[in-house]
């Protein structure tokens, strides 16, 4: 195991609803990164939270936010949710060297319905 | 060019195969080079990381080719157990340790 927990598992949520998922980043891991994978896709990059600020973002809109706490773990909020949101999200966490290996949780699959 | 392509897949190989995967990216400044396996409704796992011109570890060997900006993934004697999807990562040049991944190649090694 990588040391990395995420939570919920799965959710199931209506379109326009607001969710929020969390992620505990493997011990001594300051930075989390946050990935979309859609079915059949590779993991997209959505952002990066570094000793609590935001480090890097992909092309995702402002709906999509984060939050990382003074022990490193992280949120991830979804607002006005769309069909399109469906998806594994997939918390990382890596080690302060940076471009070293990166930890993944096991994700957790939102539905919306 | 997308900043990852891999071989759209997927491969279908018996045990004992030999199978290739390729990738590009189109960062030349890239330095480093992953690819990781995602086992179905699983997360991914490193595989192998490549920081010069490639790495071998038991089965698997990992070329660099910096002039091509090309990476493969060659996996020898196949096992069942190999049957998952491949993904080729590079770093992002945009934010700290983010990752960029291809879509990932399948493999499916039957008996």
């Known amino acids: 195991e990588t040391g990395v927990t995420q939570s919920p598992t799965h959710l199931i949520k209506t379109r326009g609803q607001q969710v929020t998922l969390r992620c505990s980043s493997q011990s001594g891991h300051n930075t989390v990164s946050w990935y979309q994978q859609a079915l059949g896709q590779g993991p997209q990059f959505i952002f990066q939270?570094?000793?609590?600020?935001?480090?890097g973002r992909g092309n995702f809109p402002p709906r999509f936010s984060g939050l990382q706490f003074p022990n490193y773990s992280s949120e991830l909020n979804v607002n006005a949710l769309e069909l399109d949101d469906s998806a594994l999200y997939l918390c990382a966490s890596t080690p302060p060297r940076g471009n070293t290996e990166a930890f993944f949780g096991q994700g957790t699959r939102l539905t919306v319905v | 060019r997308k900043e990852v392509e891999q071989d759209p897949g997927p491969f279908n190989v018996p045990e004992g195969a030999t199978v290739a995967f390729n990738c590009t990216y189109s960062n030349s400044a890239s330095q480093s080079f992953f690819w990781y396996r995602q086992d179905c409704r699983k997360e991914p796992k490193l595989l192998m990381s490549?920081?010069?011109s490639g790495n071998e570890d038991g089965r698997f060997t990992a070329q660099l080719n910096r002039a091509s900006q090309y990476i493969s993934l060659l996996i020898r004697d196949s096992k069942l157990s190999d049957s998952a999807t491949y993904l080729c990562v590079v770093p992002s040049n945009q934010a700290g340790t983010a990752l960029i991944f291809g879509k990932g190649t399948t493999l499916s090694v039957s008996s």
């Open positions: 939270y570094y000793r609590e600020e935001e480090n």
């Open positions: 490549v920081y010069s």
